[in-house]
């Protein structure tokens, strides 16, 4: 019976693969002398197998991964299962073959490894297609060994994979973990900003190309740190979104850009009111209560929410299409706009404009660029601004830096475009001042 309890103790009872605890003593065990990597391997796609199709097929899906996991690692790699959809392998080498690069022997196992998970998985004649990400941690012969230490490092080498784009292996190495306590200490920096509201909401106006005339802005986010350096959105943003930072964020972005619509269209006095877009992350797409806090604003500043759009990338509808559905849904039946961004560069069909409540398509900026260069450019301004008009929705053209973009745009029939021809992004108490003149002079 204890053989029977300790047996239990090391052993995952789904997969009947060895477990964490197996794991920790397997690292302590391991000769000094010999090379060791570590494979820290993460289904990519799991999640959705349990969402959809219940537990049971999750669970026939590990067992399935278990088993190609551990013929990928053949001969010498040994197989253990963490947690979930988490699995680690060990690959070593003995120091009759310390000549082999342990790197190189663990770069090609990971690639094995991924090659195998992306090959189709039939449950019940239904194919699901997972993937898997694959972190690298190695410790070479004679080194000292922190068996969590080496642990963690594959862990992060797995995250950064996945924030890479997934699909594919990444190896713990100096460079990587400068990056980590880079991306913390502005994780920190972050923290300090929001709290001390150092986050500031810049306008730029969206126009009327006949006339000039201000029609809406949109909010971007600006911060000018306590050095008085203005920092990139590009980097401070990317680094809210994988802290879950982007949150407070988003909703002080929404609470700054209402009150100051409410403030604009006050000083516009008997001209049509104009309307702030926000741009909304992935992240908050999924919250449960994202309506509940939008209706929560508009009650605070008391906009008409009409003059309230959300924005989002062309990307963030199909990460969970049903959930993006529901939510935005939800916002639309407020009385709120939708707006999709970069139209033209992401994964956007004429399946998808039918079914979101969409009201504004922006046409990305490369297509404006090109359009008095190339033929290929000017056919897809022409066809979001037709596919637009056919659907009932209002199109924008981003990126206008020219006289000439802009007279090809009111040629090809549009209405509607920002860019730094007109203006670029501005504080609130300049872009208020846009409310007394009647158009936007261009640059």
Known sequence: ??????????????????????????????????????????LDHFKVVNDTAGHAAGDTILKIAAARICTAVQPTGEVFRLSGDEFVALCGTGQA?????????????????????????????????????????????????????LIRDADVAMYEA??????????????????????????NEIRVAIDRNEIEAAFQPVVHLDGHEVAGFEALARWRDRSGRNRSAAEFIEVAEQTGLISQIDHEMLRKSCRFIAEFNEYRLDREPAWVSVNLSTQELA?????????????????????????????????DPDVAVRRLTEVHDLGVSLAVDDFGTGYSSLAHL????????????????????????????????????????????????????????????????????????????????LALGPSVHPQ
């Open 1 to 42: 019976a204890q053989g029977e309890l300790s047996r239990l103790a090391l052993e995952d009872p789904l997969t009947g693969l060895p477990n964490r605890n197996a794991l920790l003593d397997r690292l302590a065990s391991f000769p000094p002398a010999d090379s060791l990597a570590l494979l820290f391997i993460d």
């Open 97 to 149: 073959e310390s000549n082999l690069n342990p790197e190189v022997l663990a770069e090609q196992a990971a690639q094995r490894v991924l090659d195998v998970l992306s090959a189709v998985f039939v449950i019940e004649d239904l194919r699901w297609f997972i993937g898997g990400s694959v972190g690298i941690a190695a410790s070479q012969a004679g080194s000292a060994r922190d068996s969590d230490q």
């Open 162 to 187: 996945k924030r890479q784009g997934r699909g594919r292996f990444r190896s713990f190495d100096q460079d990587l973990r400068e990056a980590i306590r880079n991306r913390h200490e502005l994780e």
């Open 287 to 319: 919250a449960q209560d994202l309506s509940t806090r939008i209706a929560s604003v508009l009650r605070e500043t008391g906009i008409d929410p009409s003059w309230l759009t959300i924005e989002l990338t062309e990307g963030a509808l199909t990460v």
């Open 354 to 433: 039918l079914r979101f409540p969409v009201d504004v398509l922006k046409v990305d900026r490369i297509f404006v660029d090109g359009l008095t260069e190339t033929t290929s450019s000017r056919s897809v301004a022409a066809a979001a601004l037709q596919v637009a008009q056919t659907l009932g929705i209002t199109s924008v053209a981003e990126g206008v830096e020219t006289q000439v973009q802009a007279d090809a745009l009111l040629a090809l029939g549009y209405d509607l475009a920002q860019g730094y021809l007109f203006a670029r992004a501005m504080p609130a108490t300049e872009a208020l001042r």
